[in-house]
Nanobody
Framework: AQLVESGGGLAQPGGSLRLSCVAS????????MAWVRQAPGKGPEWLSS????????AYRDSVKGRFTISRDNAKTTLYLQMSSLRSEDTGLYYC????????????????RGRGTQVTVSS
């Protein structure tokens, strides 16, 4: 399985970025997916999950209303639209899934990509 993230970079506070994660090597359309963030000097934190059909989503309170998770199963791609960015959103963002089919928010994750760096600074 392979997950490749892109779309990170430098953004100003209040700005927006759109992250993408291209998946291969597993049945993406049957897999609950998540975005995870690791801030400098901190452990990874779950941000958002989306069900395999895209109908169910969940968000961490700190990003709710600012971030939107979505997916295109035909393109085997996961997205994270981020807006109203804050300095505390700085970190390495990666997509992840649980190989046992569980929602990563509940069951954790055991597969992840290398991530894309997001830096929010003026």
């Amino acid at each position: 399985a392979q997950l490749v993230e892109s779309g990170g970079g430098l953004a100003q506070p209040g700005g927006s970025l759109r992250l993408s994660c291209v998946a291969s090597g597993f049945t993406f359309s049957n897999t609950y997916m998540a975005w995870v963030r690791q801030a400098p000097g901190k452990g990874p934190e779950w941000l958002s999950s989306i069900s395999s059909d895209g109908l169910n989503t969940a968000y961490r309170d700190s990003v709710k209303g600012r971030f939107t998770i979505s997916r295109d199963n035909a393109k085997t791609t996961l997205y994270l639209q981020m807006s109203s960015l804050r300095s505390e959103d700085t970190g390495l963002y990666y997509c992840a899934y649980n190989s046992y089919g569980r929602d990563p928010q509940v069951g954790g994750w055991d597969s992840r990509g290398r991530g894309t760096q997001v830096t929010v600074s003026s």
